[in-house]
């Protein structure tokens, strides 16, 4: 691993870590084998440059926030990323490259280390889910 930053563990017993100096998320089960990983470097959906932390939902989602693309992704069912929910790399509203993820009940909050200030994010909701599929 490369700089291990940051680690949550699921309703089931998985184990999620932010691996920043890899831009990608490991997925370890209950007996610490890897099962999973997420991202890799890049600015695609799916890819992380430096991903700086993690929240869980209720519902089993997984917040990344994705440092230096300026975002924060999300992932259902563990495998697909869902829709970006601030951000995209270098589009929309930028966010600062030191961020985290901090999930309060239902509720998401963007956490800037720099502006040292907070915003709050009502989860995103859609039908659709990003494929790779032509």
């Not at 998320?25 to 610490?32: K, L, M, S, T, V």
């Amino acid at each position: 691993m490369s700089y291990p930053y940051d680690v949550k563990v699921d309703a089931q017993g998985l184990q999620f870590v932010c691996e920043f100096g890899n831009s990608r998320i490991q997925i370890f089960d209950r007996n610490h084998q890897l099962v999973e990983i997420l991202g890799g470097p890049g600015v695609a959906p799916g890819q992380f440059n430096n991903p700086w932390g993690m929240a869980l939902d209720s519902k089993g989602s997984l917040y990344v926030a994705d440092a230096m693309n300026h975002r924060v992704q999300k992932f259902i069912r563990r495998t697909e990323v869902a829709d970006d929910e601030k951000g995209r790399a270098g589009r929309r509203a930028r966010v600062s490259s030191q961020l985290s993820v901090v999930s309060v009940a239902s509720d998401q909050w963007i956490v800037n280390r720099v502006s040292l200030s907070t915003n709050y994010q009502q989860p995103a909701t859609s039908n659709w889910q990003l494929t790779t599929d032509n």
